[in-house]
């Protein structure tokens, strides 16, 4: 909750896990959404049905990810 109050207050690019304590990545992601930081959500378990609800730019890696798909993601958000 404390990532949400900051990025609120502005920020680049949120990278979270899926699965955390307190709150989903998914649901911190719907408490920024509005402030149009694009996102990349790492996962063990493959994308959550509740992606498409999301109305910023998401990129979503399943665990382990390589650094180069690290990169790719992290670029393909930034660029667009």
């Known amino acids: 909750r404390a990532a949400a109050r900051q990025l609120n207050e502005g920020g680049t690019l ?11 990545g998914v649901e911190l992601v719907q408490a920024i959404q509005h402030t ?17 609800e999301l109305t910023t730019r998401v990129e979503v890696l399943t665990k382990p990810a390589l650094p180069a798909q690290i990169r790719a993601a992290v670029a393909a958000l930034l660029d667009a």
């Open 14 to 24: 949120l990278i979270t896990d899926l699965s955390m304590e307190g709150m989903s």
């Open 36 to 52: 149009g930081v694009p996102c990349l959500i790492f996962t063990g378990h493959g994308p959550p049905p509740e992606l498409g």
